[in-house]
């Protein structure tokens, strides 16, 4: 994935949806944030933002906010809507082996008891289908990653989902898309979510796969390459 980004400074982040920031050439303006999250390490004071830039003259703040930069030098992608994005295409390339070999790929497929929709429902020739619910990453704590980094009742649903699926002969995968470059392992956030955590280890002694593969970061003049394709494993704690 190619981005076209330009660079702030982090005032503050606020309403969930918006921030403040300040532009090179020093004006202050407000700017989209497509994360609901609690966004915890990841929106400081003076931390860099990588802002695009939509075309859409009806928007009301046209810069969203994409990556920050921290002043440890980490990067982390932000906008939760670019996880499902990535995950797509490196399954269509092929870059996540646990899951290659499709012959369908549909994206947000109602499923379960709970009116719920899969991100992505991977069907197979000789294999049952299998549904993937796909979960961002970017809590950093004591050098290990963490998911969720907020109460998470909508995560919990999934899980539920996704042993229900399982139960009923097909293949369940939570897949950890870890798009903070300082995360090298994952773990259920207990300390976060509990119910989840309890959720999660029900849910993977009942079958349900957990996968996580780590994003790349490459910026060079404002132009940043972002893919999935690097497999990193996840730790019970």
Same mark, same amino acid.
């Not at 076209?4 to 400074?9: D, E, F, R």
């Not at 295409?89 to 390339?93: D, S, Y």
């Not at 991100?119 to 993937?132: M, V």
């Not at 979510?193 to 993977?204: G, I, M, V």
């Given at each position: 994935?190619?981005l ?6 982090l005032?503050?982040r ?7 920031? !300040? ?5 202050? !303006? ?24 939509? !075309? ?9 906010? /994409?990556?920050?930069? !921290? ?6 992608? %932000? ?9 797509e ?5 092929g870059?996540?082996? /646990?899951?290659? #070999? ?15 929709r899969? *991100? ?12 993937? /619910? %796909?979960k961002?990453v970017?809590?950093l $704590? ?12 909508r ?6 989902? &996704?042993? *229900?699926m ?15 470059s300082?995360i090298? $392992? %994952?773990s259920?956030a207990s300390?976060? $979510?509990?119910? =989840?955590?309890? &959720? ?11 996968i996580? =593969? ?10 940043? *390459?972002? #893919? ?10």
């Open positions: 994935m190619i076209q980004l330009q660079p702030a400074k005032i503050k606020y309403k969930r949806f918006l921030a403040d920031i !300040t532009l090179n050439n020093g004006e202050e !303006t407000t700017i989209h944030c497509a994360n609901t999250g609690a966004m915890k390490g990841c929106a400081e004071p003076d931390d860099t933002v990588w802002y695009s830039t939509s !075309t859409n003259t009806k928007r009301k703040y046209p810069f969203s906010w /994409e990556i920050t930069q !921290t002043q440890a030098e980490h990067f982390i992608c %932000v906008n939760t809507l670019r996880a499902n994005q990535l995950v295409e490196a399954l269509n390339k870059l996540i082996s /646990e899951l290659a #070999n499709f012959t369908q790929l549909k994206r947000e497929v109602k499923y379960g008891n709970e009116n719920s899969v *991100d992505f429902l991977a069907t197979y020739d000789h294999a049952p289908d299998t549904y993937i /619910e %796909v961002s970017t809590l $704590d004591s050098d290990h990653g963490y998911f969720p980094d907020a109460v998470t009742t995560g919990q649903k999934h899980l539920r989902e &996704l042993m *229900d399982v139960e009923q002969g097909h293949r369940a995968v939570l897949f950890f898309a870890v798009l903070h300082g090298n $392992d %994952v259920v300390h976060v $979510d509990p119910t =989840y955590a309890s &959720l999660l280890k029900e849910a993977h002694i009942s079958g349900v796969e957990i996580a =593969y780590k994003a790349s970061f490459s910026l060079n003049l404002g132009q940043l *390459d972002l #893919n999935l394709c690097e497999k990193i494993p996840f730790i019970e704690r």
